[in-house]
């Protein structure tokens, strides 16, 4: 069973006015977020699992915290959020955000780690639900780790609602047929993981994540912008050449390490130490 998702509508109207403490310039830059990410907000959301008060929720990759409020308003999870790592700041940490017109506060805490690195700082078990939206398509390392760790802090049975660009989305496969621009991001100031480093197909995202313990429950190419004319009327037809890829996933018994050789290749040697990795996977 899934949550009605609310309106776009009434993901804007709520989440317009949010101030950051000590974000002076935070403001106007997610507007200009939320004007481009409410269409996507509602689409991620259609899947939610109906939950119970008190069922415990972690989502990664909080920042902004747009997905975090709307989980706080409209959903019973209580939460747990994470972010990435930024060199000099601490493990763990917290935000205020507040909208005075409407006399809202809140503060979130949350704790940072890598997602495809580190040991996650919870207990086996400790989540009924994982949100990973908008995160593998940065990993540049090991998304198998991190579906590994999330499947672990998931209690048995417990859901995993993953989002990502659909690789096949119609305005790449028409850059690279009009030879007009790479479809790969360009590098980012932010480092490695301010750019997408590889983006996934249906296949691709269900193959990793039936690999690595799960069972797909849902599984869907949507749209998340505005599109007119030809390109509307395509994605109509042929749904392939959609925006997103959203999965509900559900943590079964046994999980294993999955790397297969079309994912993977000459992996570092620390994960070699660390994963019973096949011998054909690691190279010369």
Known sequence: MTTPAPTISEIREYLSGF???????WQEENERYLDAHAHRFHESLRLMPSAKPGERLLELGAAPYFTSLLLQKYYPYTLSLSNAVIP??????????SKPAIGEEHVFKYQTFNVELDRYPYPDHSFDTVLCWEIIEHLALDPTHMLLEIHRVLKPGGKLLITTPNVLVLRNILALLKNRQNIYHPYSGYGVYGRHNREWTLDELTQILSGCGYSIRAAEIVDTYAHRGYSKILKRF???LRDMLVVLAQAEDPTQPYYPDNLYTSLPKNYLSENPIPSRLQGP
């Open 88 to 97: 000099g700041e601490p493990l763990e940490s917290s935000i205020k955000l």
């Open 19 to 25: 101030l950051q403490e000590g974000g002076e310039n």
């Open 238 to 240: 042929f749904p392939s």
